[in-house]
């Protein structure tokens, strides 16, 4: 195959040559993935370590002229100070608002016409970030990437406009009750602990981040020792150890990490009501969850599938909506963290029905607990999630991403081409077991934003 991005010709007036390129190529790398039968068994990573002794899982391809790249660093929002929480996450906005030479207007403009993304975002446990380009701008491209991982300038006029933003948002938040819930089912479950913080922090903490504050935090941070990196597309091995030694070289050699304990939710009943003018409550649920190393996380990853991660092929969407016509949408799922797991549902409802919806949620974890799934829905559950696991890997984004995810959970450079049979290896014992482990009914955290059982009429069937 040929080079399409250097024969186009745009048809797309208000995008430049350059992105217009970009688009397109990653368009065309997304169908020749997606056009395999089995994505992820075509797969080949090689492990590449560059000549500073800098680590990456590269997958080759040369097809389309395109490089993306996926890296992280431990730490996340869990490192965020005392009264300065959603520090982290003001971080992630501030790395391309100029560094080096170029102010926040010059770097934007640099990246526009060379036609590469990138982005930053921090979650409980890591700091994250994402870079793509053409092959023919990739020099300037990782130089880019290299300026802002390196040489942020964290200028006082980009920070108060990214501070004024992320105000604006908290603003919005606040009458968001989705938001709401999670906000106040996470400082139940983690009282005293700095998962219990909002990761984009309250309107107090985010007024008092300095300068000063988003310095030390890149300093302490982003950092080799703790770097995990994946890249696919077109570059090889020798050109990429070179590349990791430019772009990341310049990072301190050792974090300075503050100590975080384990931690787990406390057993419920808990419920805590958050009153809120809005014709439908919103409930958050959960409870103590499974961590990712656990024997027992694969099981209960198909066990929520049955459950309430299915979609319309799951349990509490069955019981919930099509029976009841309680809600529109009921679902759940796994969030395990480097320092705790918790299981977490959330269904929207009128208010008048909130007490039925969680009675019924309630009655189906007890079900699932004392009897366990039927052998169906565990062959459909592996057929669906084996199956769909190819869709993880149609563009080099989401490879890379994958790729990521694997190196930060330290599940093993052949974690890919074993995963569908970790699955298929499920047996209906192994999910009664791991249902009794985890489903606690009678344990719930709760959350409720709204005003429920305030409707004068109960919601009609249908």
Same mark, same amino acid.
């Given at each position: 195959?040929?080079?399409?991005?250097? %024969?186009?010709?745009?048809?797309? *007036?208000?995008? #430049?040559? @350059?992105?217009?390129?970009?688009?397109?190529?990653?368009?065309?790398?997304? &169908?020749?993935?997606?056009?395999?039968? $089995?994505?992820?068994?075509?797969?080949?990573?090689?492990?590449?370590? %560059?000549?500073?002794?800098?680590?990456?899982?590269?997958?080759?391809?040369?097809?389309?002229?395109?490089?993306?790249?996926?890296?992280?660093?431990?730490?996340?929002?869990?490192?965020?100070?005392?009264?300065? !929480?959603?520090?982290?996450?003001?971080?992630?906005?501030?790395?391309?608002?100029?560094? #080096?030479?170029?102010?926040?207007?010059?770097?934007?403009?640099?990246?526009?016409?060379?036609?590469?993304?990138?982005?930053?975002?921090?979650?409980?446990?890591?700091?994250?970030?994402?870079?793509?380009?053409?092959?023919?701008? %990739?020099?300037?491209?990782?130089?880019?990437?290299?300026?802002?991982?390196?040489?942020?300038?964290?200028?006082?006029?980009?920070?108060?406009?990214?501070?004024?933003?992320?105000?604006?948002?908290?603003?919005?938040?606040?009458?968001?009750?989705?938001?709401? @819930?999670?906000? !106040?089912?996470?400082?139940?479950?983690?009282? /005293?602990?700095?998962?219990?913080?909002? &990761?984009?922090?309250?309107?107090?903490?985010?007024?008092?981040?300095?300068?000063?504050?988003?310095?030390?935090?890149?300093?302490?941070?982003?950092?080799?020792?703790?770097?995990?990196?994946?890249?696919? /597309?077109?570059?090889?091995?020798?050109?990429?150890?070179?590349?990791?030694?430019?772009?990341?070289?310049?990072?301190?050699?050792?974090?300075?990490?503050?100590?975080?304990?384990?931690?787990? *939710?406390? @057993?419920?009943?808990?419920?805590?009501?958050?009153?809120?003018?809005?014709?439908? $409550?919103?409930?958050?649920?959960?409870?103590?969850?499974?961590?990712?190393?656990?024997?027992?996380?694969? *099981?209960?990853?198909?066990?929520?599938?049955?459950?309430?991660?299915?979609?319309?092929?799951?349990?509490?969407?069955?019981?919930?909506?099509?029976?009841?016509?309680?809600?529109?949408?009921?679902? $759940?799922?796994?969030?395990?963290?480097?320092?705790?797991?918790?299981?977490? /549902?959330?269904?929207?409802?009128?208010?008048?029905?909130?007490?039925?919806?969680?009675?019924?949620?309630?009655?189906?974890?007890?079900?699932?607990?004392?009897?366990?799934?039927?052998?169906?829905?565990?062959?459909?559950?592996?057929?669906? &999630?084996?199956? %769909?696991?190819? &869709?993880?890997?149609?563009?080099?984004?989401?490879?890379?991403?994958?790729?990521?995810?694997?190196?930060?959970?330290?599940?093993?450079?052949?974690?890919?081409?074993?995963?569908?049979?970790?699955?298929? @290896?499920?047996?209906?014992?192994?999910?009664?077991?791991?249902?009794?482990?985890?489903?606690?009914?009678?344990?719930?955290?709760?959350?409720?934003?709204?005003?429920?059982?305030?409707?004068?009429?109960?919601?009609?069937?249908?």
């Amino acid at each position: 195959m040929g080079n399409p991005s250097r %024969s186009l010709k745009c048809t797309f *007036p208000h995008i #430049g040559p @350059a992105l217009c390129r970009t688009v397109f190529a990653a368009a065309t790398f997304a &169908l020749i993935w997606m056009s395999a039968v $089995s994505a992820e068994a075509s797969i080949k990573i090689q492990r590449v370590v %560059s000549p500073g002794g800098i680590e990456a899982w590269l997958v080759e391809n040369h097809d389309v002229p395109l490089v993306a790249m996926r890296f992280g660093f431990q730490g996340g929002a869990a490192q965020d100070p005392k009264g300065k !929480e959603g520090l982290a996450h003001f971080v992630s906005g501030m790395l391309d608002e100029g560094a #080096g030479d170029l102010t926040s207007t010059a770097f934007q403009e640099r990246m526009q016409e060379i036609a590469i993304r990138m982005e930053f975002n921090a979650s409980r446990d890591a700091f994250a970030g994402g870079f793509q380009t053409l092959t023919e701008n %990739s020099e300037a491209g990782f130089e880019m990437l290299r300026l802002a991982l390196t040489e942020a300038r964290f200028d006082q006029a980009a920070l108060e406009r990214i501070k004024k933003q992320i105000l604006t948002g908290l603003k919005f938040d606040l009458n968001d009750p989705r938001k709401v @819930a999670s906000r !106040e089912w996470f400082r139940l479950a983690f009282e /005293g602990h700095p998962y219990s913080n909002p &990761l984009k922090g309250s309107a107090e903490s985010v007024a008092a981040i300095t300068r000063d504050d988003l310095k030390d935090y890149a300093r302490r941070v982003l950092t080799r020792d703790t770097l995990k990196i994946s890249v696919v /597309g077109d570059i090889d091995a020798k050109t990429l150890g070179s590349v990791l030694d430019k772009v990341f070289g310049g990072l301190g050699e050792k974090s300075d990490l503050r100590p975080v304990a384990e931690i787990k *939710p406390p @057993a419920g009943p808990i419920e805590k009501i958050v009153e809120m003018n809005v014709p439908q $409550s919103v409930v958050q649920f959960g409870l103590q969850g499974i961590k990712r190393k656990d024997k027992d996380f694969v *099981p209960s990853y198909v066990l929520n599938y049955i459950l309430g991660g299915g979609g319309f092929n799951s349990r509490l969407m069955e019981e919930v909506r099509e029976k009841r016509g309680l809600a529109y949408s009921v679902y $759940s799922y796994l969030s395990p963290y480097k320092h705790a797991a918790v299981y977490v /549902g959330s269904v929207a409802t009128e208010n008048a029905a909130v007490k039925e919806s969680l009675e019924v949620i309630q009655g189906e974890l007890k079900r699932m607990a004392e009897k366990g799934p039927s052998a169906n829905e565990l062959q459909n559950a592996k057929q669906y &999630l084996t199956g %769909s696991y190819p &869709l993880r890997f149609d563009t080099s984004s989401k490879i890379a991403s994958q790729l990521l995810w694997v190196q930060i959970e330290e599940l093993g450079i052949d974690y890919i081409d074993k995963r569908n049979s970790l699955i298929e @290896a499920i047996t209906l014992k192994d999910l009664k077991r791991v249902a009794a482990r985890l489903l606690q009914a009678d344990g719930l955290i709760v959350t409720i934003v709204g005003k429920p059982g305030k409707a004068e009429k109960k919601p009609t069937e249908g």
